[in-house]
């Protein structure tokens, strides 16, 4: 079957930086996605890695290993506007989205 | 205003009344989609359309139904409600031309049924 696996619930002082993982098994892979997702609210597009390695975006940076089959997403200088859940979807071969059930970041002060 | 917007927002029902999801888009997307989410399970597809004349079922579709009446509207349809379909509903739209087939999606539309 395919699965999506990442930490449920992980907390992080502002202004620090944390690593979320996010391992999967799918048939066949055509990207991976990362989407934050604030409480109540719809997610919305963070990353998208399709070749090995790191992309940078700001404060984000999300990585890809194909042959690992992990990614990661790495939040720097975190901000209480961080608080969220961040979700790890890949493409599988037939293009559709498999989703993890997403991890809940919580920023102390 | 937002790209792509769904009624109602909140909507509480009872077991075996019929309900209804709007979803309508200002993106001139050809892509729609229906995904619900429940407490710690990731997305799931319900139905998605790839132009108005495209209809498919996703991962969950037993029990719901769907209408793409225009390349910009697409509802879906809860022919006799049960309370396992309790949960927040999500419309997403995406590019058919985009390079990374991003997913923009609307607030959201949570359903409770009693």
């Known amino acids: 079957g395919q699965n999506i696996d990442q930490p449920t619930e992980m907390t992080a002082t502002e202004g620090a930086i944390v690593q979320i993982n996010c391992t999967y098994q799918t048939s066949g892979f055509n990207g991976l996605f990362w989407y934050q997702q604030h409480a109540g609210e719809a997610p919305t597009f963070l990353s998208y890695?399709?070749l090995d390695g790191l992309e940078e975006k700001g404060r984000f940076s999300s990585f890809l290993s194909r042959s690992k089959g992990y990614s990661y997403l790495l939040l720097k200088e975190l901000q209480m506007k961080d608080s969220a859940s961040y979700l790890c979807a890949v493409q599988d071969s037939n293009y559709q989205l498999i989703w993890g059930a997403g991890t809940k970041l919580i920023i102390k002060p | 205003d937002a790209d792509v917007t769904q009624t109602p927002r909140n909507r509480i029902t009872k077991t075996g009344k019929r309900i209804m999801l709007e979803c309508s888009q200002t993106?001139?997307?050809?892509?729609m989609y229906w995904y619900r989410q429940d407490p710690g399970l990731g997305l799931r597809l319900i139905y998605y359309s790839f132009d108005v004349k495209d209809i498919n079922k996703g991962e969950i579709s037993d029990g719901y139904s769907v209408s793409r009446q225009a390349q910009a509207k697409f509802s879906l349809s809860l022919e006799s409600a049960i309370p396992n379909q309790t949960a927040l509903y999500f419309c997403a739209t995406s590019d058919l031309q985009a390079d990374t087939g991003e997913l923009f999606f609307g607030e959201g539309s949570r359903l409770t049924v009693l």
């Open positions: 993106k001139g997307h050809d892509r």
């Open positions: 890695n399709v």
